[in-house]
């Protein structure tokens, strides 16, 4: 099987587009490090939605708790004001992260490959692939 364009295994000096300069590659590892910076955003993101989640059907167990200890009041309080509570106005954590997914996190990794395609030939990791080169020679 041959190695796509982009298989990094096969990046290195050797393969790297004949007329792009030092500077050209530093940006773009810049903007691939940043990329890879949003990523863990991103994660967190999805964390932020299963904890919060989690917590709100944890509070299921509060209520009867609550209720079998003979303090019926703060179940209701509980119930009528904290389960199923939007986290922003109108939105639950699924539609925040539905909303970055599809706006600027969609947004950020396409454009970081439409410039990696138009600069690199689509080739990821350059800097990196050099830094590889230099470190072991």
């Known amino acids: 099987m041959n190695p796509s364009p982009t298989d990094s295994a096969d990046i290195g000096p050797a393969t790297e587009p004949a007329d792009i300069d030092?500077?050209?590659v530093e940006a773009l590892?810049?903007?691939s490090e940043a990329l890879e910076t949003t990523e863990r955003a991103?994660?967190?993101l999805y964390s932020f939605h299963q904890l919060?989640?989690?917590a709100d059907l944890?509070?299921?167990q509060v209520v009867e708790?609550?209720?079998a200890s003979g303090h019926p009041e703060y179940?209701?309080?509980?119930v009528n004001e904290l389960v199923g509570r939007n986290v922003l106005p109108g939105r639950w954590t699924f539609q925040v992260v539905e909303e970055y997914e599809d706006g600027y996190y969609r947004f950020f990794a396409d454009l970081e490959k439409r410039i990696r395609d138009e600069l690199a030939g689509g080739r990821r990791h350059l800097h990196e692939a050099r830094m590889k080169?230099?470190?072991?020679?």
């Open 22 to 24: 030092d500077t050209t």
């Open 29 to 31: 590892g810049k903007l």
């Open 42 to 44: 991103r994660g967190h």
């Open 52 to 54: 919060t989640g989690h």
């Open 58 to 60: 944890q509070l299921d």
């Open 65 to 67: 708790l609550l209720r």
């Open 75 to 78: 179940a209701d309080i509980v």
């Open 133 to 137: 080169e230099q470190r072991q020679t």
